[in-house]
């Protein structure tokens, strides 16, 4: 990079090359003079020296010139001619440009700049398949609405559509692999203890972390006195209804974690019960149990198998004699009554109701004198 940049900085910048003594060698030391050129100012070669040579120099490198001896104003001349010829060689050059092209394009590359807004008739205006794309030229107003655009329930229709085709496209070509992962059921091994999960199907809720554990000490391989124990060591975790002992963890960060606690503490109870003390002054406590009345059906009730073939006896007893009556006509079929009558009034004869006769109208006339009127049918 130290190589680069000073190439760079030979380049840009014309300079003209002086000669000092230091330990027996000559260093070339540049002076800058004009910008962007990369010859000095020296004249050709088969310019007459020293004086043409004396004067294309400036005026410091003219005087440091002077101070030299004759054989090494010779030998500077040599020097600069030489080093000319090599700076206007093609090959330089060439080399010479193309690092100042790569040098120019990294610091056009890293210089932040800011871009001129297009017009709005050179707004890029994407088609229908590269909308809701952030466009970075178009970072100004809004483009005059053309009426080639679709509305906001059209564009929402749209994304409902390619949000089906993508789980088409899922369960055509990627849910027909799974049946390479099927395996054969096989029922659950019986394990004394249970334990409950509750999932809010990706929501995150604080009773998500909640794990219920529970067994029955009868399923534990315990002695009876051992049993005993574990029920007066869970306290009020043990329901006697229904034989089951039932504990809860949340204190965890992770469901993996609190059943692993639950675990690891069934474990210190069964080893409570079988090492530690039995506790046998103690008495059971269940006052924490809200016992509930279990109503039982009476004996007496219940039906046997002499009652209930006495009962069916009975059943089909009654529905014979209900068949007989029917038979016999001893049963009166509502519908068949009605039918019956309908027909009868059918057959009646019907009475001609009398008609009345009426006059026909007839002009009123006047009697009587003036002022008396007597209207006369």
Known sequence: MASTMHTLWLTVQRSTYRIAPQ???YLLQPTLAFPFSTTTRC?????PAPYSFRESLDSSTRAFYDSLSPEDRISYEQDAIKLDEYMTSPAV????NAEVSEAAYDVFRQTPRERPLPDDDEKFKPGLMAMG???EMDSGDDEVFDGDDMSSIAHGELEQHRELRAYARIAAWEMPLLSKLAKPFEPPTTTPLRFRYTDYFGETHPARLKIVCEFSPMDLPLTPAQRLTLIKLVGVRYDPQRDLVRMSCE???TQAQNKRYLGDLVDTLIKEAKEGEGFEDVGVDFRHVKWKDRKE???????SGGKR???EERREERERKERERVATGQVVHGVSVIEAAMRAARVEERVELPVRKTLPARMERTVGGKGRQKAVR
């Open 309 to 311: 073939k006495a009962l």
């Open 43 to 47: 004249k050709a070669p088969d310019a």
């Open 251 to 253: 204190m965890f960060e």
């Open 297 to 303: 059906f009476p004996e007496g009730w219940k039906l």
């Open 23 to 25: 330990s027996g060698r």
């Open 133 to 135: 794309e952030i466009n």
């Open 93 to 96: 050059e060439a080399r010479l």
